[in-house]
C-alpha cells in the first residue's frame, strides 16, 4: 500500500541549532515532494518544493534534500527559532493535481 | 498567489443535523479541493471540484454525505450532512498555484 511518513510525532530542540525532519513514503513515484508549514488553528502554508531530478533546494534557512532512491525527503531549519515551531507537513504529487500528506512532525523550538 | 476565505471558520452542531461550508477564492481558479484534517491527524483529500462538472471524490468519502456545488470560478460549497460526533473535524479548502497550494483557514466542526 502508498504510504508517507514522517518522523516521530514531535521534536523538541534548542533555539541556534538545526532541527533535521524525515519524510519516507513507499511504493510512489512522485515527480515532485513539497513541505508545508501549520499553525494551529491556520490552513497549510507553503514552504519549498523538490523536483525528482533535484538533489537539494534551499530557501533562506531552509534546505530540502529528496533521495528518490531511498524514497526519502529530509527537511533543515538552520539557526532555529522559537517562531519556527509548528508542525511540518510533507506533501507527495501522486498524478491527481491534489496533493497526499504526511502525517506532520511537530517541532517545538525552546528558548 | 491567492487568497481563500472560508466560512464559517467555527460551529458546533448538533448530531443528525448538516452544515454548509463556503470557499471564496480571489482570482478563478480551475480545480478547487476539499480536505479534511480530524484531530491529531494529516489532511486527507475529500474531493476534487470542477466549475462545471460533478465533483470527484476520494475513496471513502460519497456525495450524498458530502455534497459540493462549483457554481462558478471562485467559489464552492461542501456540505456535511446527517453529521456525528466522528464528524469533528476541520475542513480546509484549497486551490493550485505554480508549483503549490494555497489553503484557506479552515472551518473547526465539533458535532455533540
Known amino acids: 500500500s502508498q504510504k508517507i511518513e514522517q518522523n516521530s510525532e514531535a521534536l523538541n530542540i534548542q533555539e541556534g541549532k538545526t532541527a533535521t525532519l524525515t519524510c519516507n513514503y513507499t511504493n510512489y513515484s512522485p515527480a515532485y515532494l513539497q513541505w508545508y508549514r501549520q499553525d494551529p488553528g491556520r490552513g497549510p502554508v507553503f514552504l519549498l518544493l523538490?523536483?525528482?531530478?533535484?538533489k537539494e533546494k534551499r530557501k533562506e534557512r531552509l534546505k530540502v534534500t529528496f533521495d528518490t532512491t531511498l524514497k526519502q525527503s529530509l527537511f533543515h531549519i538552520t539557526a532555529s527559532q522559537p517562531a519556527d515551531s509548528a508542525t511540518y507537513l510533507c506533501?507527495?504529487?501522486?498524478?491527481?493535481?491534489?496533493?497526499?500528506f504526511g502525517s506532520g512532525t511537530r517541532l517545538q523550538v525552546q528558548p | 498567489s491567492a487568497v481563500i476565505s472560508q466560512k464559517p471558520s467555527r460551529d458546533i452542531c448538533q448530531r443528525g443535523t448538516s452544515l454548509t461550508i463556503q470557499c471564496q477564492v480571489d482570482s478563478q481558479v480551475t480545480m478547487m479541493f476539499w480536505y479534511r484534517q480530524q484531530p491529531g491527524q494529516s489532511l486527507t483529500l475529500i474531493a476534487t471540484a470542477n466549475q462545471g462538472s460533478e465533483a470527484t471524490y476520494e475513496s471513502g468519502f460519497v456525495i450524498d454525505k458530502f455534497p459540493i456545488s462549483r457554481p462558478n470560478l471562485t467559489f464552492s460549497t461542501l456540505t456535511v450532512s446527517n453529521m456525528s460526533p466522528e464528524d469533528s473535524s476541520i475542513y480546509l479548502c484549497s486551490v493550485e498555484g505554480a508549483d503549490t497550494q494555497y489553503f484557506g483557514p479552515g472551518t473547526r466542526l465539533t458535532v455533540l
Open positions: 523538490i523536483r525528482e531530478n533535484e
Open positions: 506533501a507527495l504529487d501522486t498524478g491527481r493535481r491534489a496533493l497526499t
